[in-house]
């Protein structure tokens, strides 16, 4: 079984950048797809972007296309989420997550998950 923690999260201004990253630990010689999720308050856990096992193909949902970037270092066996030009409404709590296609944006087909860090954006 894998384990990931998520760090990075914080207070920034509209306009300004964030890299998130999301540490695995445990079984991770084995390759999965990752993916970043957000979540926030009283909203469903939204679909962000991923990345296959390989780095070789990437998804982004249509809110952060052009903004989000993932990526992955497997030396150092994390994921990271660079997101620039932040607006408001992208406040909430990331959440990464592994599976085994990155190209599902569904929730439930993610099998492990990490605590989340917090994102916020002030206008």
């Known amino acids: 079984q894998v384990q990931l923690v998520e760090s990075g999260g914080k207070l920034v201004q509209a306009g300004e950048s964030l890299r998130l990253s999301c540490a695995a630990s445990?079984?991770?010689?084995?390759?999965?797809?990752m993916a970043w999720f957000r979540q926030a308050p009283g909203r469903e856990r939204d679909f962000v972007t991923s990345?296959?096992?390989?780095?070789?193909?990437?998804y982004s949902a249509d809110s952060v296309k052009g903004r989000f970037t993932i990526s992955r270092d497997d030396a150092k066996n994390t994921a990271y989420l660079q997101m620039n030009s932040l607006k408001p409404e992208d406040t909430a709590v990331y959440f990464c997550?592994?599976?085994?296609?990155?190209?599902?944006?569904?929730?439930?087909?993610?099998?492990?998950w990490g605590q989340g860090t917090q994102g916020t954006v002030a206008s």
């Open positions: 445990g079984r991770t010689s084995v390759r999965y797809a």
């Open positions: 997550a592994v599976g085994q296609w990155a190209s599902t944006r569904v929730a439930a087909a993610y099998d492990v």
């Open positions: 990345i296959s096992w390989n780095g070789g193909s990437t």
